[in-house]
């Protein structure tokens, strides 16, 4: 025992830690992966960690040694460390070795390092999520993305992808979306908010998102605004692929339903015959083909892309392309236990089946004159088509949906930068865009059973849909730089000019049985398939629908601005003016005004104050004002009959202003590494919400103003490294209130009452928790990722306490990638994990306890529906030159 205590005492009197970090000299920025080892050893050492720190272990000595540190694309570096210090090594990169080897360690735009300074150095409250950071994420796209960043939250399409954000609680109508700074038109066919699932991550540099807008940004961003950086040239030659596949396990339990949208007649009968409703249509205007359906088990899914850039001509002109296509296989079941406005027959029992193909490329030129003048030539394109099937049965009555989607967004932007005067004090920047967002939805057909034979009235419904937005848009901006001591002024002026026109069609056709009710058309007996069935149109169609409308949205804005910078302080106030002219005119006017306009001036002030407590810590206090215009279609007196709701236009809609107050605290350890504490307040006027309207039998779907209203909350932000491993953390509380009048039965009166209550899609509380692994020796790395969104309101009723709530929800996910040093990967992202279950339900009241055999929550809440996604699996190869 003698002998062993001594051994370890001399073991542990001989052993020395040696610590250190390794730093880009020319960023600031943490290497990853950096070899150090002990000159005069074979090969003692370590290899820095996440954090680019290191731990050396010395067979004995007191820890002084010579250190050798080496990282491709730079210097080898060597210092001393005296065994008691931390060693601090500056590498620098390497002239000879820039010429033969592809250097991973230069600051790039979508790195995490990146990432931070733009947080750290802007004056406004910004989040930023790094391309290396959505390159290792498990998801694909940029609406799934955003669920990963403080503040956010997103609203789900029908195939459980996230489709629109949620900024602090505020509806997806109170953000917009930039691609490269440029506003781009939306392909919504109802709103102007762009839905993200449209875009692939893997074309982007960098996802940022402003929360307090300053003068130069547009003035309706009450939430905030989403940027989404596209790829830029590199200092050097890049070459990047990716392939993977995957698959939903939705299908591993029931078949994929489908059928051929490539027979689909891509113009309605008045549209071919060029005539309105004095055109009687007939059963040779129309094919079946397409209203054959399909079962199978989908093939496995299909993601690929390519990226390639380099700069030419002594690196003055820049050049980066990008290409990327999804073929995927989605669903949903859907299971609808209560309905306040239908008839129940029981549950009834939804399959979503989609078939989503996504090909988006871009590409980039940029030539810098002479160092002081810089012209930039961006264009982007994007197709997204979704082939549906839907399958709605229920006790009585049976239905089914085949409806096939094209939406596309083209952009191309001409930018220039000159510097003038001496130092360049004077910055000229302009910009010129066109834009051009399209949504197609042809021959959408529901058919409609009763038990076991089509419906012999109103068998089925077929509807031609497509709209177009147009956009010309111009930018202006002068900046002078004035250098007084240690004081430094910024004074800025600028405008924009925005013509936007919208186009917007609409034709539907109802078909009957034609062998009447005398002769029902049984499945088994009559068709097998639905591209059997016998129907007939009647003789005139929906041709003349409010939703067949032109529209024009023209803004005019200008802005002044200055900015002040005295020792740890820096200021900026700003007033930016916003004039709008929106309208509307009717194709086809039915007992109503055929044409509606708003015109309205905003002037819209913000201030900015940002002090640097020290080098690495920051304090920032927002103020800002800003709108939210109402859509097109929602001015127009539209009145439709949707599959959940009949929905209809608010031509006296007013658009919302809002005062916002922004207060965070900043952190960063490190060049990689953040904590942030934030709060904020905002005080709306005239909120635009979706509610329920009854009038008489009828319950309506609409936009209305509901009073004013307050959202505040509090978020905290925290990224950091321990060597090897990482944790990312977010949390968001939010309370907002709205008072609004509301019905209520008393006897067999109705009466109106005050009721308060959040913003509808505003939940309580949002958290994201990653814990990160990387191993850079044996080039590891993994993530998992959880996702909490507690619950929220999601559809808003005229009727007392008969709102529709969503539960909380949480996902789970995973990401693993391993790579070699020829540049070769295998990833793995698995998403949906959990797979548990997204309830809406209605609260417990005197109103729903009198719904027998009803679905109830463990709470007693009446149970609107219960939905289920699936879990997704990928796996795939990468590929980096």
Request: proline share 3%; aromatic share 10%.
């Amino acid at each position: 025992m003698v002998l062993l205590l001594w051994v370890i005492t001399q073991v542990t009197m001989t052993a020395a830690v040696i610590k250190g970090v390794v730093y880009d000299g020319s960023t600031g920025e943490s290497l990853i992966g950096a070899s150090v080892t002990i000159e005069g050893t074979s090969g003692v050492g370590a290899v820095t960690g996440l954090d680019g720190s290191f731990t050396i272990k010395t067979d004995g000595g007191d820890g002084a040694a010579t250190l050798i540190c080496r990282y491709v694309g730079f210097a080898e570096a060597r210092v001393k460390a005296d065994g008691q210090t931390p060693v601090v090594i500056t590498m620098s990169e390497s002239a000879t070795g820039l010429q033969e080897v592809v250097v991973k360690g230069q600051r790039s735009g979508s790195s995490d390092n990146t990432a931070r300074l733009i947080e750290r150095r802007s004056m406004n409250v910004v989040n930023v999520l790094s391309g290396r950071a959505m390159e290792l994420s498990p998801d694909v796209t940029v609406g799934n993305m955003l669920q990963r960043m403080s503040g956010v939250s997103i609203e789900r399409n029908s195939s459980g992808e996230g489709s629109y954000a949620l900024l602090r609680g505020m509806d997806k109508r109170y953000n917009y979306t930039l691609v490269n700074g440029i506003k781009i038109p939306s392909p919504d066919n109802k709103n102007r908010f762009v839905p993200l699932d449209l875009f692939p991550s893997d074309i982007l540099e960098r996802l940022e998102v402003y929360k307090s807008p300053t003068a130069n940004l547009e003035g309706d961003g009450i939430g905030g605004a989403i940027n989404l950086v596209m790829k830029d040239a590199p200092d050097r030659r890049l070459l990047s692929v990716h392939l993977s596949t995957g698959y939903n396990a939705l299908f591993f339990d029931r078949d994929f339903l489908s059928f051929d949208h490539r027979s689909i007649a891509t113009q309605s009968p008045n549209e071919i015959k060029g005539v309105s409703g004095d055109y009687g249509v007939t059963v040779a205007d129309f094919t079946n083909k397409n209203l054959r359906v399909n079962s199978h088990r989908p093939l496995p899914d299909l993601l690929a892309g390519a990226t390639y850039g380099d700069r030419f001509f002594g690196r003055k002109l820049g050049v980066v392309a990008s290409i990327d296509f999804q073929n995927m296989h989605r669903g949903k079941n859907s299971d609808w236990y209560y309905r306040s406005s239908y008839a129940q027959n029981g549950v009834e029992y939804r399959t979503y089946n989609d078939a989503r193909q996504r090909l988006s490329a871009h590409a980039k030129l940029d030539y810098d004159i002479n160092g002081a003048n810089e012209v930039c030539w961006y264009n982007g394109y994007l197709d997204v088509r979704d082939t549906q099937t839907r399958v709605s049965v229920n006790d009585n009555t049976e239905s089914v949906r085949l409806r096939h989607n094209v939406q596309g967004i083209f952009n191309s932007t001409l930018s220039g930068r000159h510097s003038l005067l001496a130092n360049q004090a004077l910055t000229l920047t302009w910009t010129g865009a066109y834009s051009r967002a399209t949504n197609e939805t042809p021959d959408n057909a529901e058919i409609y059973l009763q038990g076991m034979h089509i419906a012999t009235s109103t068998s089925a419904v077929r509807r031609w849909e497509h709209n177009s937005d147009r956009d010309w848009s111009g930018y202006a901006q002068a900046c002078y730089l004035l250098k007084s001591g240690e004081k430094e002024y910024e004074f800025s002026l600028g405008g924009m000019y925005r013509d936007k026109r919208r186009n917007s069609f609409f034709n539907e056709y109802t078909f009957d049985s034609a062998t009447g009710i005398e002769h029902p058309l049984v499945y088994g007996e009559d068709w097998t398939n639905f591209d059997q069935i016998d129907i007939v149109p009647r003789e005139y169609g929906n041709v003349g629908d409010p939703l067949n409308y032109d529209a024009i949205e023209r803004i005019g804005a200008g802005y002044v601005s200055a900015k002040m910078s005295v020792g740890k302080f820096e200021f900026i106030a700003g007033l930016r003016a916003e004039h709008t002219n929106q309208g509307y005119t009717l194709k086809f006017p039915r007992e109503v005004d055929p044409e509606g306009y708003q015109s309205y001036t905003d002037w819209l002030p913000d201030a900015h104050v940002k002090y640097a407590i020290r080098e690495d810590m920051n304090m920032k206090l927002s103020y800002y004002r800003a709108i939210n215009r109402p859509g097109f279609f929602e001015i127009v007196p539209y009145s439709i009959i949707t599959e959940e709701y009949k929905e209809r236009g608010n031509p006296s809609l007013e658009h919302t202003i809002a005062d916002n107050v922004d207060l965070r605290w900043e952190y960063f350890p490190s060049p990689s590494e953040q904590i942030m504490a934030g709060a904020f307040f905002k005080h709306l006027q005239n909120p635009i919400e979706y509610g329920l309207i009854t009038e008489g039998q009828d319950s309506y779907y609409m936009p209305l103003n509901l009073g004013n209203a307050t959202n505040m909350g509090l978020e905290i932000d925290v990224l950091k490294y321990f060597n090897r491993f990482g944790i990312k953390a977010n949390y968001t509380y939010t309370h907002s209130a709205i008072t609004t009048d509301k019905r209520s039965m008393q006897g067999n009166d109705i009466v109106v009452v005050k009721q308060t209550r959040p913003l509808a899609g505003q939940a309580a509380h949002v958290a994201n928790l990653s814990l990160l692994y990387k191993d850079t020796r044996n080039q590891w790395e993994a993530q998992l990722t959880t996702s909490y969104i507690g619950k929220r309101l999601c559809e808003i009723s005229n009727w007392l306490d008969n709102d529709i709530w969503e539960n909380d929800y949480v996902r789970l996910e995973l990401s693993a990638e391993k790579t070699w040093r020829c540049g070769l990967s295998v990833f793995l992202k698995a998403t949906n994990l959990l797979n548990l279950p997204l309830v809406r339900y209605i609260h417990k009241g005197e109103h729903t306890d009198a719904v027998v055999d009803a679905e109830r929550t463990s709470g007693g809440d009446l149970v609107e529906r219960k939905e289920r996604y699936g879990q997704t699996i990928q796996v795939g190869l990468r590929f980096k030159l």
